[in-house]
């Protein structure tokens, strides 16, 4: 069971990809956790919101990230790498999302320290079973500092 006081989970998915950007929105839609989705196209947008620069100023402090390794601008790896060695957000659960079964490219993102790394499956139902998955854990059996006030 979630417990994010009475406000929803926030999520932060980075993802260039309109089609998958809407097969996450869809996802989370018929899950089980109330949640809010920021979207942002690319890593210099994620990096921006997640540092709460213009014009993410006000942006709220994601519970989970959702970031695509292949990213435009600034690679998925970079903007992990910045995530994890900042103080105030190493703390955020980063789920890698990937259309690569390079097995460089994991243990890149764990050497990173990656919460963790999933494949984006090809069939559309396998697809939604991973987010629930991701939703499941992340959102609600996990125990995470933001959960702890």
């Known amino acids: 069971m979630n417990d994010f006081g009475n406000g929803p989970a926030r999520i932060l998915l980075v993802e260039d990809n309109p089609g998958d950007v809407r097969l996450v929105q869809e996802a989370l839609n018929i899950g089980k956790v109330r949640h809010e989705l920021a979207v942002v196209g690319d890593g210099a947008e994620a990096l ?3 540092r709460h620069e213009p014009p993410y100023a ?3 402090r994601p519970d989970l990230v959702l970031l695509d ?3 435009p601008r600034v690679d998925g790896h970079v903007v992990l790498q910045a995530i994890k060695a900042d103080e105030a957000m ?3 659960p980063v789920v890698m999302l990937t259309t690569s079964s390079d097995h460089s490219d994991i243990i890149a ?3 990173l320290r990656a919460n963790a790394v999933v494949t984006k499956p090809i069939d559309l139902e396998q697809f939604v079973a991973a987010i629930h998955t991701i939703e499941d ?3 609600g ?3 995470r500092p ?3 006030g």
Do not use: N, T, V
């Open 69 to 71: 390794l292949h990213l």
């Open 58 to 60: 006000d942006a709220p």
């Open 137 to 139: 854990f992340w959102l």
């Open 90 to 92: 190493r703390q955020i």
């Open 109 to 111: 993102s764990y050497g």
């Open 48 to 50: 921006a919101f997640l």
């Open 141 to 143: 059996i996990a125990e």
């Open 146 to 148: 933001s959960k702890r």
